[in-house]
């Protein structure tokens, strides 16, 4: 999967964003596969197409959170947002 600047790595299981390699986990690539996957994602439909239960429901947030650091590390923009009750991919790179 490709949206321009983020290349998802399906043999490798990571993402390549601007180029470089982010470092995911597996949970993190997870999430950021179905954000890309989906375009527009809630987190009920998150939690349910990643596999986490409802009790672990809230590390989807911390997750992302972590995605967004190593994205700001690389090009000093969050990678994942929430608008609208709904997380989605930073389109302006």
């Known amino acids: 999967m490709t949206t321009g600047f983020l290349v998802i790595d399906e043999s490798a299981r990571d993402a390549l964003y601007l180029g ?3 470092g995911l986990t ?3 690539y997870r999430i950021l596969r ?3 996957a989906a375009k527009s994602i809630s ?5 349910q197409s990643s596999g986490f239960s409802d009790k672990r429901r809230n590390n989807v947030s911390v997750h992302i959170c972590a ?3 190593k994205a700001e590390r690389i090009g000093r923009r969050r990678l994942v947002l929430f608008e609208k009750q ?5 389109e302006f790179m």
């Open 67 to 69: 995605i967004n650091r």
């Open 20 to 22: 470089y390699r982010m």
């Open 43 to 47: 987190l009920d439909e998150l939690v």
């Open 86 to 90: 709904r997380y989605h991919i930073n």
């Open 26 to 28: 597996p949970s993190e």
């Open 34 to 36: 179905e954000i890309v």
